[in-house]
């Protein structure tokens, strides 16, 4: 299989570099993809841990027999526990891609969208307060919002999903991926997941503006961190991958 992708790993000016991301486009050597990336806080172990780990829980998960979307639960879950030892946290979007099928978990505001001919579609749900069910959640379990961070006691978090970040677990941050499925059509062209280093600074609609306007993978990628890193000024880690379709 002769797929085509780049990726954008950029520190920007934050003084650290957090983000991790892990892509396989042979994974297991089925001819399957399989790929994610981690936005970590309060220190970039989490993210780290997750790149080189969470695909292996899958696979293993999934070769026992489970269904996709349960492998992912389980994975994701049992990364998150694998981490309670850990201070800081990442928030997650993973892809599997098996015959035409795009597989999509998430926690936290990675996002993956899908930029065809015409529009574009997320296929991820963005983990934060602003979603009323996860404030709702936050809130029942006792968090306090000092908007737009769930606080417990004096420190706080963004995103309301997470993988790690076990101080945060007794309000209600749970690692419980939303995870959708997503038929591949001919008029799809790329695939992406990025931070919200990108998401942050452009909107959907403008990521599709911009991509629309070139037909491989690595021209997507660069534009894109031309346009948030160097015209509009973005500050935060900046990870992207885009896949050709």
């Known amino acids: 299989m002769n797929i085509k992708s780049a990726i954008v790993l950029e520190q920007g000016r934050r003084p650290h570099m957090e983000d991790a991301y892990f892509l396989d ?6 001819e399957w993809i399989f790929g994610g990336v981690y936005d970590g806080h309060n220190d970039k172990e989490a993210a780290e841990y997750v ?5 292996k829980k899958f696979l293993k998960i999934l070769l026992g027999g489970a269904e996709i979307k349960d492998a992912f639960v389980k994975a994701y879950e049992y990364v998150s526990d694998e981490l309670k030892d850990q201070d800081s946290g990442t928030c997650a979007a993973n892809f599997f891609i098996k015959n035409k099928k795009i597989y999509t978990a998430n926690v936290g505001d990675v996002r993956i969208i899908i930029i065809n001919k015409n529009s574009y579609k997320q296929l991820t749900i963005d983990h934060r307060l602003d979603d009323t069910k996860e404030r709702k959640r936050i809130e029942t379990m006792g968090g306090v919002v000092e908007y737009p961070y769930a606080m417990r006691g ?6 309301t999903r997470t993988l790690g970040d076990e101080h945060f677990k007794p309000i209600g941050i749970i690692a419980t ?3 959708n499925e997503y038929t591949i059509s001919d ?18 609609k403008e990521v599709l503006e911009v991509s ?3 037909d491989s993978p690595n021209d997507v990628a660069q534009a894109l961190k031309t346009e948030v890193l160097q015209n509009r000024g973005g500050s935060d880690n900046v990870t992207i991958i885009v896949l050709g379709l």
């Not at 790149?51 to 695909?55: I, V």
């Not at 799809?188 to 919200?196: E, M, P, Q, R, Y």
Request: hydrophobic share 45%.
């Open 187 to 204: 008029n799809d062209l790329f695939l992406i997941v990025a931070t919200d280093g990108l998401f942050d600074v452009m909107s959907n």
């Open 51 to 55: 790149a080189n780990n969470l695909h």
């Open 212 to 214: 629309q306007k070139f």
């Open 25 to 30: 486009t042979n994974f297991s050597g089925k």
């Open 154 to 159: 004096i420190q706080g978090l963004m995103p």
């Open 177 to 179: 991926p939303d995870v």
